[in-house]
């Protein structure tokens, strides 16, 4: 392993090692909570532009596999961990951790203490960094931190999403057969606005029964309107994604059209987001956001509640309860986790549904969306 140089905003500067890429990078840290499921995380089209602070201590040692992959790629800018393990073993690995990671340029770091890089973010908040095998000295480093675009100044949005219209037909994963189901008969059609959507959110919506395609961000609101007018279309879903929502100007205005369409819209993390901005009220950043698959969630409806997958570092403001009504909230903070607009067959979640990893216990979600549209 060769050495690694770390300087964050805060003026904290660290050596470590690092298995995958050999780089010079900058993108902000944050830290995730979950005990399993880095390939997911890694591959998750939201976490472009960061660099992932992983509290679980072991890190590799079940390998990676294509199944798993939640994108085409992986996003992230780097990992850092306690303990790499470089010798995998898991029936369904197929290369290792440090091979997926230098496959698409990413930087892995390990030897840290995690708990105390944590704990800084937790006090001082999520901050921009940058990480260098090729560079050791504090000051060089802190100069093309300075240089550098904090990620609320970069649209990853063009990066990370698809440039061309498809179909997707997988639905879930079946942990029987080891692949993924075949789509079931459809009983609605659905356009996926892809902002960084998950394949597992797609999974889950073909495993509900709804036919989906999946379209680029530069999407024509009114080619939507025109075919939910001709019934080619019964709905939109707006994806999760990365980085600052109050950057995405143009895909605000087109949102504006369907609301005002009244096209019956779900949207998920960065669409729920988008969805607020859209009705008029802005998003504002959590101090290190949410990143876990712990996270419990009040469902307002059931009183029930639902331990959650979180992916976010913005949030919608309270006072959007002058047009909508609060239908879960986070047993954390109280933030808002999920919306239902009161004049609009519209309604949105914070937290992923889909998990992947995480757990299961919001998937219902989805059916609720086929239910909305059948309304």
């Known amino acids: 392993m060769k050495k690694v140089w770390i300087y964050l905003e805060n003026g904290t500067f660290l050596e470590a090692h690092s298995f995958g890429a050999d780089d ?34 072991e890190i590799g040692n079940v390998g990676v596999n294509d199944q798993d992959m939640e994108s085409k790629s ?20 197929e290369d290792s951790l440090d091979s997926f990671l230098k496959k698409y340029n990413i930087m892995g770091i390990c030897d840290l203490d995690t708990r105390y890089l944590t704990k800084m973010i937790r006090s001082e908040g999520a901050m921009m960094m940058v990480a260098s095998t090729q560079i050791s000295e504090k000051e060089e480093l802190k100069k093309i931190l300075e240089n550098s675009p904090r990620i609320e100044d970069v649209n990853y949005i063009d990066i990370v999403s698809t440039k061309e219209a498809y179909k997707h037909t997988d639905a879930t994963y079946s942990k029987d ?19 960084g959507v998950k394949r597992n959110i797609l999974n889950e919506l073909v495993h509900a029964k709804i036919g989906v395609e999946v379209i680029p961000n530069d999407f024509d609101a009114d080619v939507l309107i025109s075919r939910y007018n001709s019934k080619e279309i019964d709905g939109v879903f707006l994806s999760n994604g990365p980085g600052d929502p109050l950057v995405l100007k143009k895909e605000q205005e087109q949102i504006k059209k369907l609301i005002a369409a009244k096209i019956p819209m779900f949207g998920i993390c960065l669409g729920h987001q988008l969805l607020s901005i859209s009705h008029g009220y802005d998003t504002y950043k959590l101090k290190f956001g949410h990143h ?4 419990p969630v009040k469902n307002a409806k059931t009183g029930l509640v639902e331990i959650t997958a979180q992916n976010h570092n913005y949030n919608v403001p309270d006072s959007i309860v002058e047009i909508a009504e609060v239908t879960h909230t986070n047993l954390f903070d109280n933030t808002i986790e999920g919306l239902k607009y009161n004049d609009a067959p519209i309604f949105s979640v914070q937290h992923h549904p889909e998990s992947s990893p995480g757990p299961k216990e919001s998937r219902y979600i989805f059916n609720e969306f086929l239910s909305l549209i059948k309304r």
Do not use: C, W
Request: hydrophobic share 40%; proline share 4%; no cysteine.
């Open 24 to 57: 010079t990078s900058v993108g902000e840290i944050v830290f995730n909570t979950s005990l399993s499921g880095y390939q997911e995380i890694m591959s998750d089209p939201s976490y472009a532009g960061q660099f992932v602070t992983f509290t679980m201590p």
């Open 74 to 93: 992986a996003h992230a800018k780097g990992m850092l961990v306690r303990n790499y393990q470089a010798r995998y073993s898991n029936f369904r690995a």
């Open 177 to 195: 057969k080891f692949e993924y189901e075949q789509a079931p008969q459809a009983e609605a059609n659905i356009a996926v606005i892809d902002f």
């Open 292 to 295: 876990g698959g712990n996270h």
